[in-house]
């Protein structure tokens, strides 16, 4: 017959196990339904595209370790297939877009199929040398047609106070110095485009060299018929000194994820 001390002993054993199984199921659990956000970027395009692409994944790896979701990067666009997209809750493109037809077709594939994707600045510019009109659509029709320069900063005027994408910023704010695209035909025009914030008018005009003097230059949108924001910011070293505009980024981020779910 056991002791006292014998039965203890091994209760406590027993716990011991049973504990170590529940971390281990836990654990399991957490790794199988962690948010991925995966982040494109080129190091060899133009340099203040290159700093911000830098100081975006320095951004988003704090914000991964702060609200728990896993954060990579890649600088291999190769890395755009259906392999390694297995398990990727939302792409980030920070200052470049895929240029062979197998990364395009496979990250037309994942968008139709429920992906997430944020683009930034240049991750969106395209033109007649493009030829990917997919994209030109996926964007909401938006086809780039100029900016100004040098980057500057500019006040933005914020369309849908209703969106938690815009919940944390003020009606109007200032933006850090950027180089801001015109697009045309503009993607408000398009029915399943929905603008958030926009340049605004009392900017104009802005630009020392290249100058925009006018007209509608939305900045930040949506195509609602994806799980997709773009946001126009992204040139230079600037982009990350406004609290105001991380939160911006923050919650884009946190929707974008959320309707993954």
């Known amino acids: 017959m056991k002791s006292k001390a014998s039965r203890i002993i091994e209760t406590k054993r027993q716990w011991v196990v ?12 957490a790794q199988q339904t962690a948010n991925h956000v995966l982040a494109f970027y080129s190091p060899g395009v133009e340099r203040d595209h290159v700093i911000f692409a830098e100081q975006a994944v320095k951004f988003f790896a704090a914000e991964a370790r702060a609200h728990g979701f896993e954060f990579s990067s890649t600088t291999d666009w190769n890395n755009l297939n259906a392999t390694k997209l297995q398990g990727v809750q ?72 209703s969106s ?35 340049l605004a008018r009392t900017n104009y005009p802005i630009g020392l060299k290249d100058t925009i003097e006018g007209g509608d230059v939305p900045v930040v949108w949506s195509n609602t018929r994806y799980r997709m924001i773009y946001v126009n910011m992204g040139h230079g070293n600037e982009i990350f000194n406004s609290g105001e505009q991380n939160r911006l980024f923050e919650d884009a981020l946190e929707l974008l994820l959320r309707q993954s779910r």
Request: charged share 15%; net charge neutral.
């Open 18 to 29: 049973l504990l170590a199984i529940l971390g281990f199921f836990l654990t399991t659990n």
């Open 90 to 161: 939302l792409i980030l493109w920070l200052n470049d877009s895929p240029h062979t037809p197998s990364q395009r077709a496979a990250f037309k594939n994942y968008m139709e199929h429920g992906g997430g994707w944020m683009g930034f600045h240049a991750a969106a510019y395209n033109d007649e040398s493009t030829g990917w009109p997919w994209f030109v659509n996926f964007l909401g029709g938006a086809v780039f047609y100029g900016n100004n320069w040098p980057p500057l900063p500019a006040l933005l005027d914020v369309d849908d106070r």
């Open 164 to 198: 938690p994408v815009t919940r944390r910023v003020l009606p109007h704010f200032m933006s850090p110095a950027n180089e801001w695209y015109i697009w045309k035909p503009s993607p408000r025009a398009n029915p399943t485009v929905k603008v958030l914030i926009t």
